[in-house]
């Protein structure tokens, strides 16, 4: 038997289980970067337009949040595309192989399941090998639909080199980050403390390259100690180079190796860095549901609140540019639903309508973790020790609506923060957290739906999904593509007052409270259900 014994029954294995969550992946996001770029091509379609665009880059939140400023001076679209899309396409890719990395790595030896297949005739390196080439696979397939968007588009500036370039660097940059996943489940005992480390080594990866861009607008020395810039240091549609991609490769298949070598310096189960003593006796908030619940979920929502934050204060730090840039390009006006009466306004009512997708993924998120608490079964053994099913769901549910609260208004204060810096008016803080409570109604009744679904049947919670998709498209390209209004009116948000620019009239506080009555009868429904149903079916 060789110590490869196995890899392709392993691998078969892996894709069988994950054919659904690498496929949702892939058409995320092909469909995501076709309809990012058809959207750039709707609202920029004149040169002029186009270098007023890259005006922008001269503000330091926008290399923040963006990449590197590529022939600024003689923009085109192709470069606007390099500069603004990669790095968001890049982060999906980045988070994708992280998940997938420590879900076929320590997730497995967590559960158990490892040791059961190590005691089968499997090779020593087959389920390694095995979870490498699940990832590998899947970076691939994000990396070749990426490059399909861009071609598909058929914009003259998107060449076809210049697009493979793309979707290598998609695909080398979520391996790269898949390999320091893998590094530090060898590091830990638990899947969640993997994915911890592995998703802070991301966030810092984000900031150096941001800090290195705002030093160098074309990237400096600090840039390049970040994964990040090796793919955007190719640029693609600009002068195109591939050698930056080599050191991608490099380091993939360096931290891969590293982790193969930490692997056998340790037992099966455990991690090199020994488990920390718990306290002696657990706090007593842990004893309810809601407790249990805000400790469980404690490090997602502070890495949310301060992405949410960040993103929102440089989002509303563009206001200062608004005049600019509808001066060059009216067409911007339409795109973000400008109607002239107060620009600043209506802008920021728009950023913050962006930054509300966040706290909506948080409610959907934090009510199906239930579903891996279930699978986990430790919800059973909750509900066997006398701890009442109804109470369980709810106080589990409240600790979610109030991440999602905070979460709402943390967005509200971070546009409003950055209006204020741009205007130099402190009165905008007041005014965008207001019109960020008025987005709660609509937000309660998406995570209410998955309560429902939890409830009544586990295996349709997918269509919490879908409505979060939903809700994204008809928000960012529901204008460009025309949708009818009886589909824009299957999100919530199109039922939000578009504060401060709006008053809250009759008819809007109508729709808040049907919207509020609507999530009260949801999460009833699925209260009830959930106390009818077995525990752990479908």
Not at 217 to 241: C, H, I, K, N, Y
Not at 245 to 270: E, I, N, P, W, Y
Not at 431 to 452: C, D, I, R, W
Not at 503 to 511: N, Q, R, W
Request: proline share 4%; glycine share 12%; charged share 10%.
């Amino acid at each position: 038997m060789s110590p490869f014994t196995g890899t392709g029954a392993l691998l078969r294995l892996n894709l069988r289980l994950d054919r659904t969550r690498i496929l949702i992946w892939t058409l995320a996001v092909g469909l995501g970067v076709y309809g990012s770029v058809y959207s750039l091509v709707e609202t920029f379609p004149t040169p002029e337009a186009i270098q007023a665009r890259g005006a922008l880059l001269n503000n330091p939140a926008t290399l923040m949040m963006t990449g590197p400023a590529f022939a600024a001076d003689h923009y085109t679209f192709g470069a606007m595309v390099a500069n603004e899309l990669s790095l968001y396409v890049f982060l999906t890719a980045g988070i994708m192989g992280i998940l997938l990395s420590v879900r076929h790595t320590r997730a497995e030896e967590e559960s158990g399941r490892l040791e059961m297949i190590r005691a089968r005739p499997v090779g020593r390196f087959a389920p390694s090998a095995a979870a490498a080439a699940t990832v590998a696979l899947a970076c691939v397939l994000v990396g070749s639909v990426t490059t399909l968007g861009l071609i598909g588009v058929g914009h003259e500036d998107l060449d076809v080199g210049g697009s493979l370039a793309f979707g290598a660097g998609t695909a080398l940059t979520g391996l790269v980050f898949a390999g320091l996943a893998t590094v530090a489940a060898q590091l830990t005992e638990h899947a969640r403390s993997a994915t911890g480390m592995a998703m802070a080594a991301l966030a810092v990866a984000y900031l150096v390259r941001g800090m290195g861009d705002v030093i160098h607008p074309t990237g400096s020395w600090l840039s390049w100690f970040s994964p990040f810039a090796w793919a955007q240091q190719s640029r693609v549609f600009v002068d195109l180079r591939w050698w930056p991609l080599a050191v991608s490769l490099a380091v993939t298949l360096a931290a891969f190796a590293l982790a193969s070598a930490l692997a056998h310096r340790r037992d099966l189960g455990a991690g090199l860095r020994p488990a920390p003593r718990g306290p002696a006796t657990a706090p007593g908030t842990l004893r309810s549901p809601a407790g249990l619940a805000a400790r469980l979920l404690r490090g997602s929502f502070i890495a949310w609140s301060l992405g949410i934050l960040f993103f929102a204060v440089a989002m509303g730090s563009l206001a200062n540019s608004l005049d600019g840039m509808l001066e060059e390009n009216p067409d911007l006006a339409q795109w973000i639903a400008l109607e002239g009466t107060d620009l600043t306004a209506e802008f920021a009512g728009v950023i913050l309508s962006f930054v509300m997708i966040a706290p909506l993924i948080i409610g959907v998120s934090g009510i199906l973790a239930l579903k891996g608490e279930e699978s986990s079964g430790r919800s059973e053994q909750l509900v066997v020790s006398g701890r009442a099913r109804a109470a369980h769901l709810t106080g589990w549910s409240a600790t979610v609506a109030v991440h999602v609260v905070v979460l709402t208004l943390v967005g509200g204060v971070g546009v409003g923060l950055g209006v204020w810096a741009a205007t130099g008016e402190g009165r905008w803080i007041a005014e965008m957290t207001g019109a960020a409570a008025a987005y709660l109604p609509a937000l309660v009744v998406v995570a209410a739906l998955a309560m429902a679904l939890f409830g009544l049947v586990p295996r349709l919670t997918v269509l919490a999904w879908m409505t979060v998709v939903w809700v994204a498209l008809a928000l960012f390209l529901g204008g460009l593509l025309q949708l009818p209004d009886w589909a824009l009116d299957l999100s919530p948000f199109t039922h939000v007052p578009a504060l401060p620019a709006q008053d809250l009239g009759t008819d809007e506080g109508v729709s808040l409270l049907v919207m509020t009555g609507i999530a009260l009868l949801l999460g009833g429904a699925g209260v009830l259900g959930y106390r009818r149903r077995d525990i752990a079916s479908q």
